[in-house]
């Protein structure tokens, strides 16, 4: 028995380290750094057995988190004290990034600049948010315009780029849960907050993997090659080229946001994202390139907050994979229990008391 624990834990700590060591690029935002019109370089198709093998990982990655997650200890809920300053520092940070975006004329990223009036109107309604979150003023409202910001980028990029910052719908509703005046209502719909953030913020993680490093690789191999971050060839691993290390970072960035969306295994999940975060800027620094890094921490800061916000407070409370299955077990077991006592009751004998 110890001997499986002590090999469950081995794996679960190798799992993490991978995931910190393959993808140390995963949340360095590609489109930030690179031009749009890069040099078309080849993807991997998926019918290559590199893909393949790469898709068989992740999918044991996941299996993994699902299988591992009941048998980790489950750790008290934190004070309220300090539930309570994490969510401020979210509702802060998210204020900052919103306002220092909108003041380079951009929407919720750096690389997608408004133009024309429609733009203008969602950059000063960005900049608005920010002072509201930062003064920490008409909460609520802040978060239904955070929604129409949302809604007003995907009209003006398309769906697709939308969803790699899903992650301000996720805020969006765990502010709004959170600041329901009804005390009834609130009650009943607050519980659901942080799993709205969590569920989200995965969202936002597979959009990312897939749109900047999975389906159009090219921008992801520029990225690397440009700033040298293919640390397996320095470690003379030199068939891991630039492409096989957008792949694996792409992969990795996608199992982490599926985790978050299941909601198994999110504290160590988080704590590998929060990892990286800090790599890719320790990265930049250390090659002098401070306006990249700020660039970085800047579009980092709302999931940052999240990120501080999910180690601390978990999954949720309601909704994760492994409780659906657990009901689901539950009454499985329970229907076997009333067919079988149906059964014994039709198979035995009449007694003198029952009559013939």
């Known amino acids: 028995m110890r001997t499986r624990k002590a090999v469950g834990k081995l794996s679960l700590v190798g799992s993490t380290l991978t995931m910190c060591m393959i993808a140390t690029g995963a949340t360095a935002h590609v489109n930030w750094f690179v031009e749009r019109d890069a040099e078309p370089l080849a993807n991997f198709n998926v019918t290559d057995p590199i893909f393949l093998v790469w898709i068989c990982l992740a999918t044991m990655m996941v299996f993994f988190s699902?299988?591992?997650?009941g048998k980790l200890p489950t750790l008290r809920v934190a004070e309220t004290k300090l539930r309570h300053d994490f969510m401020e520092i979210l509702r802060v940070f998210t204020g900052m990034s919103f306002?220092?975006?909108?003041?380079?004329?951009?929407?919720?990223?750096?690389?997608?600049?408004?133009?024309?009036?429609?733009?203008?109107?969602?950059?000063?309604?960005?900049?608005?948010?920010?002072?509201?979150?930062?003064?920490?003023r008409w909460i609520k409202i802040a978060a239904i315009m955070m929604l129409i910001l949302h809604a007003g980028v995907t009209l003006k990029f398309g769906l697709f780029p939308a969803l790699e910052y899903a992650i301000i719908v996720g805020i969006a509703f765990f502010l709004l849960l959170n600041s329901i005046?009804?005390?009834?209502?609130?009650?009943?719909?607050?519980?659901y907050s942080v799993d709205a953030l969590r569920?989200?913020?995965?969202?936002?993680?597979?959009?990312?993997?897939?749109?900047?490093?999975?389906?159009?690789?090219?921008?992801?191999?520029?990225?690397?090659?440009?700033?040298?971050?293919?640390?397996?060839?320095?470690?003379?691993i030199d068939f891991f080229d630039d492409r096989l290390f957008v792949l694996s970072a792409?992969?990795?960035?996608?199992?982490?946001?599926?985790?978050?969306i299941l909601g198994t295994t999110?504290?160590?999940?988080?704590l590998a994202l929060s990892v990286m975060m800090a790599i890719s800027n320790i990265v930049f620094i250390i090659q002098g390139n401070n306006e990249a890094a700020l660039v970085e921490f800047v579009g980092h800061m709302p999931i940052i907050g999240v990120a501080l916000l999910l180690l601390l407070l978990g999954y949720g409370q309601r909704l994760k994979i492994t409780d659906a299955f657990s009901q689901q077990r539950a009454t499985s077991q329970l229907r076997s229990r009333a067919a079988l006592g149906h059964h014994q009751r039709r198979q035995r004998p009449a007694t003198d008391h029952e009559g013939v």
Do not use: C
Not at 104 to 120: I, M, N, Q, R, Y
Not at 181 to 191: F, H, I, N, S, T
Not at 266 to 270: G, K
């Open 66 to 69: 699902v299988w591992i997650d």
């Open 99 to 136: 306002l220092l975006t909108a003041y380079e004329g951009s929407l919720v990223a750096p690389h997608k600049v408004a133009d024309g009036t429609f733009g203008l109107v969602l950059v000063v309604m960005q900049a608005v948010i920010g002072i509201m979150l930062i003064a920490n």
């Open 181 to 191: 005046a009804d005390e009834a209502r609130r009650d009943l719909l607050k519980p």
């Open 199 to 236: 569920i989200w913020t995965g969202i936002s993680l597979v959009a990312l993997a897939v749109g900047e490093k999975l389906a159009p690789s090219a921008l992801g191999q520029v990225f690397v090659a440009q700033y040298q971050w293919n640390f397996m060839q320095a470690l003379g």
């Open 250 to 260: 792409g992969m990795v960035e996608a199992v982490i946001g599926i985790v978050l």
């Open 266 to 270: 999110v504290r160590l999940a988080v």
